[in-house]
Nanobody, 124 residues
């Protein structure tokens, strides 16, 4: 019903920058919160940043001051601008959207949808 397509990952040197994008498509009725999560090998998945439909943001402590989450509601897209990257930022980054879909003339309940993940590797 909802597909999330991520892009922008890759290899970058420490201190460099990357911008991740995640575009939602499908029979979307509404998207509320969107966020970015990451998972490094042997680690639990952790929330990196979250943004509400109205633009209120929250960040995990390790990325505060370095990462910026934003969204374009008209395009159903969320972004993560990552600056001053460190080796410990290396992980697979996943996009999440809380969305309802158009169904039988109405809408479904809100549920979580996840992207496929994009690899971010920071070399030191």
């Amino acid at each position: 019903q909802v597909q999330l397509v991520e892009s922008g990952g890759g290899l970058v040197q420490a201190g460099g920058s990357l911008r991740l994008s995640c575009a939602a498509s499908g029979s979307i009725f509404s998207i509320n919160g969107m966020g970015w999560y990451r998972q490094a090998p042997g680690k639990q998945r952790e929330r990196v940043a979250h943004i509400t439909r109205g633009g209120i943001t929250i960040y995990a402590d390790p990325v505060k001051g370095r990462f910026t989450i934003s969204r374009d509601n008209a395009k159903n897209t969320v972004y993560l601008q990552m600056n001053s990257l460190k080796a410990e930022d290396t992980a697979v980054y996943y996009c999440k959207a809380d969305a309802s879909v158009t169904q039988n003339g109405g809408r479904s309940y809100f549920q979580e949808y996840w992207g496929q993940g994009t690899q971010v590797t920071v070399s030191s």
